[in-house]
């Protein structure tokens, strides 16, 4: 008979900072490296039998797998299927909020039906086509759905350089402006991968999915979200594909989302 084993990824920044992290892909501390090492040793030193380990798309999952395996010779494989619940605008917010605590009693509810694809999932056209047709196969005809993406890779640190590479002052309100093109550059090819398949799919830039912020540019975060548009497009049973890691403030310039400071 087989058994599966679970294991949680090691101490993150986060963890430490007590802050709530569903996808956002934070780093392993130094003892989460440790915590994820001192696992290998104890699965090794017990012989415990395992032919493979399998982990989430984001960061700390794979260094704790990888530790694992280096330690251990068990081999690793990404499953994008284990990726972690995203928890909207209380990403980044204690963890103990009274707000929070209210809204998670219906989250089993609130967020069924929506996917979140962060950048190492969408890093290349070979799997954006992969999304296209997971979705495409799991799919009912004729449901709605939700699909947030991040930009593709490493295009937010592409577009940074970019920018450093004009100027040494750069405007924050326009360093937004332009890393906002990376999200809707994967959103746009993920709805042309679904329509090519058949599944009728809009891409829609944060300003239209509703997310209002305010004004602090590179580090915006949500005031209002109006859902009326994603509401629509998913009643009309298509695929609304939301460009994530950004709105627009109240005055119509885009925002790109991140903790306060």
Request: glycine share 8%; with cysteine; hydrophobic share 35%.
């Amino acid at each position: 008979m087989g058994h599966f084993y679970f294991t949680r990824h090691g101490q993150t920044v986060w963890n430490v900072e007590n802050k709530i992290c569903g996808a956002t892909d934070i780093e392993l501390t130094e003892l989460g490296h440790e915590q994820a090492m001192e696992l290998g040793r104890k699965i090794k030193e017990e012989g415990v039998k395992i032919d493979e380990i399998l982990y989430s798309p984001l960061v700390r999952a794979k260094e704790t797998a990888r530790h694992i395996s280096e330690v251990t010779g068990i081999p690793m494989r990404e499953e994008m299927r284990l990726k972690e619940q995203n928890f909207g605008k209380y990403e980044s917010t204690p963890r103990n909020g009274e707000e929070f605590k209210k809204a998670k009693q219906n989250f089993i509810n609130h967020f069924e039906g929506v996917q979140k694809y962060n950048g190492r999932c969408v890093d290349s056209i070979d799997k954006i086509k992969a999304i296209a047709r997971h979705v495409a196969e799991t799919r009912q005809e004729g449901d709605g759905l939700v699909i947030v993406a991040s930009a593709m890779g490493r295009t937010t640190d592409r577009l940074i350089k970019m920018a450093q590479e004009v100027s040494s002052d750069i405007p924050k309100r326009e360093l937004d402006a332009l890393l906002a093109t990376g999200e809707q550059q994967s959103v746009a090819l993920l709805a042309i991968a679904l329509n090519d398949l058949g599944v009728p799919a809009v891409s829609l830039t944060g300003l239209q999915s509703g997310f209002i912020t305010n004004d602090y540019h590179t580090h915006a975060r949500i005031k209002t979200l109006n859902t009326e548009n994603v509401e629509e497009i998913i009643k009309q049973g298509k695929v609304a594909v939301v460009a994530g890691f950004q709105g627009a403030s109240e005055d119509g310039d885009v925002t790109t989302l991140g903790p306060s400071k």
